[in-house]
């Protein structure tokens, strides 16, 4: 998160409509658009490792950017190979800004430290319980979210809403 900038504006543009608590899966910050997915993800074969760009033919967000994102989702799916594929996003700044999950995922969890070990680039995870995901997932767009997760356990979430935020991808 930065404190100047279009970062700024649009939190200054925004209400917060929503605050959660979670559990640290990874520890740090980030904040961008909210895109809550609709089914799970795999990003090995699912995802476009230069673009972000979701490609699963039969995901039901096809053709949506991850670069960040907050993504919600309840866990990925599919091969380990995901874990170099988020690696990668992320290296090339066309991964999620953060990832919120309703089920602990080792795969994404291990893409996001091996990109932080290798290329100083990690995002938070957080483990939130199905209540407050599916809040997200129900909530009006334009939505933007802030994520700050702290070692060793405890993580916030808050979501704003309003003219600021972000507009969705189409």
Known sequence: MTSSGPEAEIAAATEPAAAFGGMTLCAGSGSGPLLALAEPLSFWG????????????????????????????DASRGSSSSSSVLAEQLR??????AILLTARDAIV????LAA??????????????????????????PASVSVTAEPGGRAAVVLSTGAGAPEPQP
């Open 46 to 73: 699912g995802t476009d490792r230069n673009t972000g760009e979701i490609i699963d033919a039969h995901h039901p967000q096809r053709g949506r950017l991850l670069g960040g994102q907050v993504l919600v989702m």
């Open 92 to 97: 090339a700044g066309v991964g999620p800004a």
């Open 109 to 112: 969890c291990l893409g996001v």
């Open 116 to 141: 932080a070990e290798l290329y100083g680039g990690g995002i938070p995870v957080v483990l939130l319980d199905h209540s407050d995901a599916d809040r997200l997932h129900q909530s009006a767009l």
